[in-house]
């Protein structure tokens, strides 16, 4: 993974609303845009910033049913950020 990629990916999680977004999708798989605002407790201007940068960093991926969007993590990509930490770490 290169260094851009992981700095994005970083910028991605440093935020609290976007890391709480994450666990729910771990817990869940998959959670309609209505589903996250309902546990967030967020507008719905800042709930979609907060799914579009996570988006955009590859970290989820979404699938549109209709006029609802569902989002998932993106397992292919946590799991290559995860291995790149793993090896950061290693290189101490």
Same mark, same amino acid.
């Given at each position: 993974?290169?260094?851009? *990629? /992981?700095? $994005?990916?970083?910028?991605? /999680? +440093?935020?609290?609303?976007?890391?709480?977004?994450?666990?729910?999708?771990?817990? *869940? #798989? +998959?959670?309609?845009?209505?589903?996250?605002?309902?546990?967030?407790?967020?507008? #719905?201007?800042?709930?979609?910033?907060? /799914?579009?940068?996570? $988006?955009?960093?590859?970290?989820?991926?979404?699938?549109?049913?209709? #006029?609802?969007?569902?989002?998932?993590?993106?397992?292919? $990509?946590?799991?290559?950020?995860?291995? +790149?930490?793993? *090896?950061?770490?290693?290189?101490?």
């Amino acid at each position: 993974m290169k260094a851009q *990629k /992981l700095i $994005v990916i970083f910028g991605a /999680l +440093e935020n609290p609303a976007r890391l709480k977004i994450i666990k729910a999708l771990i817990k *869940k #798989q +998959e959670l309609s845009c209505m589903k996250i605002k309902r546990l967030m407790h967020l507008s #719905q201007p800042t709930i979609s910033h907060h /799914l579009k940068v996570l $988006v955009n960093s590859d970290l989820l991926k979404v699938r549109k049913h209709m #006029q609802f969007n569902y989002f998932s993590l993106n397992n292919r $990509v946590i799991k290559m950020f995860l291995d +790149e930490l793993k *090896k950061i770490n290693k290189g101490r």
